[in-house]
């Protein structure tokens, strides 16, 4: 990949020695210019070449009418929904990563986790911005005042990467670098993104450099265009590795970008990276009465679906916070994700211990007893995760 000035484009690449196991895929940024980009795309090593795009975390949202759950003793409400807590498993012996904007490492709810940190931003491990430690305290994070959290509170080895600096911004070149370290590289059983391209960035990036307005939206289209295709050539050397190892399941977060509050037909699809092919896509439930609903600023077509408004999980600094965002339902399926790579691994023949099994698994095994009447299945994907 490539940083871009207005004078030629960046360009982001991937590329693959011909013949080499998938462990050689690279990820480069180069400063390319047009004649560059054609010479390049007729490299038959070369698999994919787009324009580095700016990246944002999925912000946590407002819910009309939601009041936040209470820290109380016992489980959340989404380690519950989701049977977490009655589940045999724990995740031990299972790796994840969370591709977010780092990790407090002093934070309680991570007492006893070896934590492997990596940044690709350039500013430094750690957490400012307090979303990678929400997240990554759903996913693994031990009881904190009693309060369990953690989906799969077994987990003893996390990897850590920050993918979005401290203002919660980054590129997609970032994104990139932190799937292969995390898959490639560090052989992780699951990864989780709650994180999306920013399009509206793109665009304003490009206006106040001077381009129209007209101009800079159609760049940003083919910007994405291209973006869409260099993750899938990523993914499909990830999902290649399954013939040498296990392989990685890719969870990310659907996006906040529907408003059914205001209008029931302003429904967004799945945005990038969730939308690459390959990577399992996430709506967020919420519980107003005794059934699930999709959470109204949940973006539609997601694969599945998990808890994602009044999610309490750990707080930046200490202690424990609530936030409602598909960045919250995300990892309860990559802690779900956790458990039945726990499942597999201990009874399964190993031949068969693959992330095509654990996907498997998630899919199959989601239930669709718990929602409301009149709930639409492109809303919700296959149903409410569950826990083996």
């Known amino acids: 990949m490539s940083r871009q000035n207005m004078a030629g484009p960046f360009e982001a690449e991937i590329s693959e020695r011909e013949g080499a196991v998938p462990s050689s895929a690279r990820i480069e940024v180069e400063s390319l210019d047009k004649q560059d980009v054609r010479t390049l795309a007729r490299d038959p090593q070369v698999r994919a070449i787009a324009p580095v795009m700016p990246i944002t975390l999925i912000r946590p949202v407002d819910v009309e009418g939601a009041q936040p759950e209470a820290a109380a003793a016992g489980p959340t409400w989404g380690v519950k929904a989701v049977g977490a807590d009655v589940s045999a498993r724990t995740g031990a012996g299972v790796t994840v ?184 896509s996430v709506a967020a439930l919420q519980q107003p009465a005794r059934a699930l609903q999709v959470a109204p600023f949940s973006n539609t077509f997601a694969n599945i679906s998990a808890p994602g408004v009044g999610v309490i999980s750990a707080r930046l600094g200490g202690g424990l916070i609530s936030h409602n965002g598909t960045s919250m339902a995300a990892p309860h399926v990559a802690g779900i994700a956790a458990l039945w790579w726990e499942q597999i691994l201990t009874t399964a023949v190993p031949a068969t211990t693959t992330r095509a099994a654990v996907v498997a698994k998630l899919l199959s095994n989601a239930t669709t007893n718990a929602f409301a009447p009149g709930v639409d299945p492109a809303d919700r994907g296959v149903g409410l995760v569950q826990a083996p």
């Open 97 to 280: 990563c969370v591709l977010d904007t780092g990790i407090d490492t002093g934070h309680q709810a991570f007492s006893g986790v070896t934590l492997v940190q990596k940044d690709f931003t350039g500013s430094g491990n750690g957490d400012k911005e307090g979303h990678g430690t929400h997240c990554a305290g759903t996913i693994f994070g031990r009881d904190v005042d009693d309060t369990r959290i953690g989906v799969a509170r077994g987990v003893t080895r996390a990897l850590i990467g920050k993918v979005l600096g401290d203002d919660g911004s980054g590129s997609t070149d970032a994104i990139l670098s932190g799937l292969h370290w995390a898959a490639v590289e560090q052989s992780a059983h699951v990864i989780s993104m709650s994180i999306g391209i920013d399009l509206p960035g793109f665009v304003r990036r490009q206006v106040e450099a001077g381009m129209p307005a007209d101009l800079a939206t159609s760049a940003a289209l083919q910007a994405y265009r291209a973006n869409v295709r260099a993750f899938d050539a990523l993914m499909a050397m990830i999902r290649s590795r399954e013939v040498f190892e296990n392989g990685s399941v890719i969870v990310a977060a659907a996006g906040n970008a529907s408003r059914r509050q205001v209008n029931p037909n302003f429904e967004i699809g799945v945005e990038m990276p969730a939308a690459a092919d390959g990577v399992i």
